[in-house]
């Protein structure tokens, strides 16, 4: 039974390193979320503009942007 406590003690000890770790990061998207959700929305809404005013080179793009992923990734 001490080898069970053992290794719970250790696992709890790495889950904590862990969580210590991860809170700078999760207090910097705490604080960022606003800035990060306009810069989201701006981007959608300039790619949509672009794809209204240019629905062929858009598509093509598309299609090059999608031939390459699939090769990238075969």
């Known amino acids: ?7 719970t003690a250790r696992l709890h000890g790495a889950v904590d390193q862990v969580a210590d770790a991860a809170a700078p990061a999760a207090q910097w998207l705490e604080e960022q979320s606003e800035t990060l959700s306009t810069t989201g929305e701006k981007l959608i809404d300039r790619t949509s503009k672009y794809v209204a005013a240019h629905p062929l080179q858009s598509l093509g793009l598309a299609l090059a942007a999608g031939y390459l992923i699939s090769r990238v990734t075969r």
């Open 1 to 7: 039974m001490s080898v069970l406590n053992k290794a």
